[in-house]
């Protein structure tokens, strides 16, 4: 089944167009990394897919509901956390959560597994919390119901990579059982360890979607080279190795390293505006 459906969607702001007739589908089940620099029109797409904002042309659908006609019962089966979340300054973690557990309907027990799992002190005050520890709370708020789908709008800016790597390993026990996830994230290698697609926004476009499960399979090399005289070069090479091997055996090599081109580093020609 499809978790999410974008039909001709498009955004605009009065003159300016965030997002372009936007045709995309997510199936249930999977994790999608969406990827883009800022301004690309992420948050833009993320919010309409809960009715925070209408679209200007086409259809969201999330699990066959319409984002706009159907945005309670989308509510009811999501989970959501904001890039800027914010929250009652003098209010403790406790306080907070347990208020989130009361409107969800969920023990307080849950809470305070995530907040053992996050390393999160609950009887710390909002304010007194750094940008990471606040980055947690928002996490727990948005995973406290139990839901089929996940929306994560840049969840792991501010965490540390021990705690980023605990955050995906929930993420990924979550999708075993079942939750569709889609995130958001400047993070590329998170994008590319974790997620079974990336899709790229670029100027409110999709310039390219990809199956990272083929991408990691299909990795080409980057080599870099120092002949005796100093000359140098570096390229990518996607043929036989022995065929690679054969031809650098023939040089007066100083200097050689071979090594997998990663996919993020395909990801970052869309930050520096290269699509060749």
Not at 115 to 135: C, V
Not at 159 to 178: A, H, S, T, V
Request: aromatic residues 8%.
């Amino acid at each position: 089944m499809k978790a999410i459906e974008f039909e001709h969607f498009t955004k605009r702001y009065g003159n300016f167009t965030a997002v372009n007739n936007l045709c995309l589908s997510v199936e249930s089940g999977t994790m999608t990394g969406f990827v883009g620099k800022n301004g690309a029109g992420k948050t833009t797409t993320i919010r309409t897919m809960l009715n925070f904002l209408h679209p200007s042309e086409g259809s969201v659908r999330i699990f066959g509901h319409d984002s706009v006609r159907d945005s309670a019962k989308i509510k009811e089966m999501t989970g959501y956390m904001s890039a800027d979340s914010a929250f009652y300054d003098k209010i403790t973690c406790a306080e907070l959560l347990r208020l989130n557990c009361s409107i969800c309907g969920t023990a307080w027990e849950q809470a305070q597994e995530y907040l053992s799992y996050f390393e999160l002190d609950e009887h710390k005050k909002i304010n007194e919390l750094s940008l990471g520890n606040r980055k947690k709370v928002g996490i727990i708020q948005a995973l406290l119901k139990p839901v089929k789908l996940l929306i994560l709008d840049e969840p792991t800016s501010g965490l540390d990579p021990l705690m980023q790597k605990k955050f995906f390993e929930l993420l990924q026990r979550l999708q075993k059982e079942g939750v569709t996830i889609f995130l958001s994230s400047h993070q590329l290698e998170e994008i590319e360890t974790y997620c079974d697609r990336a899709v790229i926004l670029k100027d409110g476009v999709v310039v390219e979607d990809i199956d990272m499960t083929k991408a990691r399979e299909n990795r080409c090399q980057s080599v870099s080279y120092t002949l005796s005289d100093g000359t140098q070069e570096c390229f990518t090479y996607t043929g036989s190795m022995n065929d690679l091997v054969a031809r650098l055996a023939k040089m007066d090599l100083s200097r050689l390293e071979i090594r997998d081109r990663s996919v993020s580093e395909e990801f970052l020609k869309y930050y520096e505006g290269d699509e060749a």
